[in-house]
């Protein structure tokens, strides 16, 4: 049996199963996806989405966005609010790199200033920012140093001269969500954690010197400070080991707890908790101790990559005007409040590789971003670049608020590897004209364009679904992976 033969097409966008396709389904699933994704949509990712339909609590719809794929218990690309009294909290709706996100950093540079030292600046940042497996960083911690990052996330960066205290205005929740608890972390991820901060990591993780090739939105983009050719910096990571650890450590428990009370499950992965359970309550405050490392440690990177460029030109930060455009999550569970059948309520909103969205006016955005909407950064493969988008008005109503937060794989790593044998990775990189940097070879292959969706594609959807509106295009000069 195949799940596509229960989709239903709602429009040019949306695909549906209803509610009862499948015993057990408490709500509806529902894909943004045009006709043109859908071919690659994989039956694992949608039976994923039917299984997310069934747990305990949940409300309105089981959700994915374009760039879906198959994941650890949720799919890639899944949105689900569960209710805050009543619903459930699962690692798996999250996952194991806890608040991995993206940030963007502009510049006052062109692209013509990096014509003829593209090579040697992103040598330079390579030597600066760690990346690679296990790769330690040169920012030193005790573990006191720690347990305040857990409390304090981005802020902790600012108050040690890592950041600047304006970035904080420009990073979702300003750098820091409120309810991280130490004590509710294993000392193997405080161990993890404690070497690993201003770290890249490895995998999908990147830091990318792009420029600005197409500009949609004018107005907007002269708000934001964007111009055609002008240099942008777009970095991926997220809470490293550490979140990765206590990922580990609450599946775990949750699976103990859940073998003790003989609770079956629809997909052995979708362990939970209820929020307002202990082990819940637990499991939130450890993750939102990992959300707030991650913001740290992208605020770290961010400092030595604006210090490294400042160096390398000679020039003072007025001079480069370089300076934080966003830095957003899209691996993380949030308290948010919507309505639901004309009620407001509280929710715990996951968002497993999708981004938050906020339409313009929504009161959570500040500045700018009031009068703009919220900046969404999508990244794409390493030779097609990227989006930044803003939050649509049909975000809150259609989708918790929510969006795609990249192209989405069609192949998975190893499969990726298996493709690479019959055509010359390499090459094809010299040939486009960008520089790749990586601690390993098998990650470029991993990592091949053709492993991912178009992301023009993915982006077109969630426009004409109203979620998200380009505001410019990115493509890649030099690229790090981790």
């Known amino acids: 049996m195949s799940y596509k033969e229960f989709l239903k097409r709602v429009d040019e966008n949306r695909v549906i199963i ?249 997909d052995k992965q979708l362990v939970y908790s209820y929020f307002n359970s202990d082990s819940g309550r637990s499991y939130y405050k450890a993750m939102v101790g990992a959300a707030n490392y991650a913001f740290c440690n992208r605020e770290i990177i961010g400092y030595m990559v604006k210090k490294t460029i400042l160096k390398f030109f000679g020039k003072s930060e007025s001079d480069l005007k370089i300076e934080l455009l966003y830095d957003i999550s899209h691996n993380i569970a949030k308290i948010e409040e919507y309505e639901i059948d004309g009620v407001k309520r509280k929710l715990i909103v996951h968002r497993k590789g999708a981004t938050r969205a906020f339409p313009k006016g929504h009161p959570e955005l500040k500045g700018i971003f009031k009068e703009t909407g919220q900046p969404v950064l999508i990244p794409g493969d390493m030779l097609s670049g990227g989006y930044i988008l803003v939050g649509g008005e049909k975000s809150v109503e259609e989708s918790f608020s929510s969006t795609c937060h990249g192209a989405g794989r069609t192949l998975s790593r190893k499969e990726a590897i298996r493709f690479s044998k019959r055509t010359d990775v390499f090459e094809k990189i010299n040939e486009s004209g960008v520089f790749v940097l990586s601690q390993s070879n098998r990650t470029i292959v991993e990592e091949i364009p053709q492993a991912y969706k178009n992301v023009d594609d993915v982006v077109k959807t969630v426009q004409d679904a109203k979620l998200s509106f380009p505001v410019a295009k990115l493509l890649p000069v030099g690229v790090i992976k981790g």
């Open 18 to 266: 209803p509610k009862g396709s499948f015993e057990g389904m408490r709500v509806d699933c529902e894909i943004f996806i045009n006709r043109e994704i859908e071919k690659s949509l994989e039956d694992d990712s949608i039976k994923q989405l039917v299984n997310v339909s069934k747990l305990p609590g949940i409300v309105k719809k089981s959700l994915a966005m374009p760039d879906i794929h198959s994941g650890y218990g949720f799919p890639i690309g899944g949105v689900a609010a569960f209710d805050l009294k009543t619903g459930i909290i699962s690692p798996g709706g999250v996952g194991y790199d806890i608040n991995c996100g993206v940030r963007c950093i502009i510049t006052g540079l062109k692209r013509y200033d990096l014509k003829n030292c593209i090579k040697e600046l992103l040598t330079k940042i390579f030597l600066e920012v760690p990346s690679g497996i296990g790769s330690v960083g040169s920012v030193k911690l005790k573990k006191n140093d720690l347990k305040r990052i857990v409390l304090k996330g981005a802020f902790w960066a600012v108050e040690n001269g890592f950041g600047d205290e304006k970035d904080l205005e420009s990073i979702e929740s300003n750098g820091c969500l409120e309810g991280g608890e130490f004590d509710c972390i294993s000392e193997d991820a405080i161990e993890r954690g404690i070497s690993q901060q201003g770290t890249l990591g490895s995998g999908n993780h990147f830091l990318e010197i792009d420029y600005v090739s197409k500009i949609y939105d004018l107005d907007i983009a002269n708000k934001f400070g964007l111009f055609e050719n002008q240099i942008v910096v777009m970095l991926h990571t997220g809470s490293r080991g550490f979140g990765h650890q206590i990922c580990s450590d609450y599946v775990s428990s949750f699976s103990k707890d859940l073998r003790k009370k003989d609770i079956s499950l629809p």
